[in-house]
């Protein structure tokens, strides 16, 4: 069975500082794909970043980071020079495969809060 | 331009209506879902639809029924409301086998049943 756990409920961060949001997963699928979506007050959810269970790579998109270590099954996401605009609830995701078959399990997040 | 829309935003219903909760993705993809969002801000799957074809349909109680009328659409019939189905509801949609694309979520419709 695949599972995603997030065993942060709750961060305060001080402005301009870097984050960490942890996120572990189990999965038997040898094929796999951990997401990150950002949920703010305003309730929408925003898709962040990606990461491939065979990218050679870590996945970064603008100050979005996804530290993918595969043997520890850890996929966290790091913030680079937090924001205001950043506090919000952070959702770690996997599916297993990439068929649209395989469906999309969500941990139970991670609120963000960005002090000034 | 909205990418995926979900009407209404907000609905308030009683103990045994019938509701339905429509949404659209202007993205051309090819897989839509939908989700529901407890009070904890858990999420879980409840249908999803490739091509109109039902593909994924959890554990979820037949009073709640997906309609696809088109790979652009997917509407959500709720029959005889109980008050543990208030929830926010997400339609979602993605590109089938597009390795690296996220779904992309609508605004959610929050729904409280009294």
């Known amino acids: 069975a695949q599972k995603i756990t997030q065993t942060q409920p709750g961060m305060f961060v001080q402005e301009k500082e870097a984050v960490t949001l942890d996120c572990t997963y189990d999965?038997?699928?040898?094929?796999?794909?951990l997401f990150w979506y950002k949920q703010p007050s305003s309730g929408e959810m925003i898709f962040l970043i990606y990461?491939?269970?065979?990218?050679?790579q870590n996945a970064t998109e603008g100050r979005y980071s996804l530290n993918f270590q595969k043997a520890r099954k850890s996929a966290n996401l790091v913030i680079s020079a937090s924001q205001l605009g950043d506090s919000a609830m952070y959702f770690c995701?996997?599916?297993?495969?990439?068929?649209?078959?395989?469906?999309?399990?969500f941990g139970s997040g991670t609120r963000l809060s960005i002090r000034p | 331009d909205t990418a995926v829309s979900q009407t209404p935003k907000y609905l308030v219903t009683q103990m045994g209506n019938d509701k339905s909760i429509k949404c659209e993705q202007n993205?051309?993809?090819?897989?839509m879902y939908w989700y529901k969002q407890d009070s904890k801000k858990f999420l879980k799957i409840m249908f999803s639809?490739?091509?109109?074809?039902?593909?994924i349909n959890e554990t979820v109680p037949n009073r709640f029924s997906p309609k696809s009328p088109d790979k652009a659409h997917l509407n959500l019939h709720i029959n005889s409301l109980e008050l543990g189905d208030s929830a926010v509801y997400f339609c979602?949609?993605?590109?089938?086998?597009?390795?690296?694309?996220?779904?992309?979520f609508g605004p959610g419709t929050r729904l409280t049943v009294t």
């Open positions: 979602a949609s993605s590109q089938q086998n597009k390795k690296g694309q996220g779904q992309y």
């Open positions: 999965t038997s699928d040898p094929s796999y794909g």
């Open positions: 990461q491939g269970s065979y990218d050679q």
């Open positions: 995701a996997m599916r297993g495969g990439y068929s649209s078959a395989s469906k999309i399990i």
């Open positions: 993205l051309g993809h090819d897989t």
């Open positions: 639809y490739n091509n109109k074809e039902l593909i």
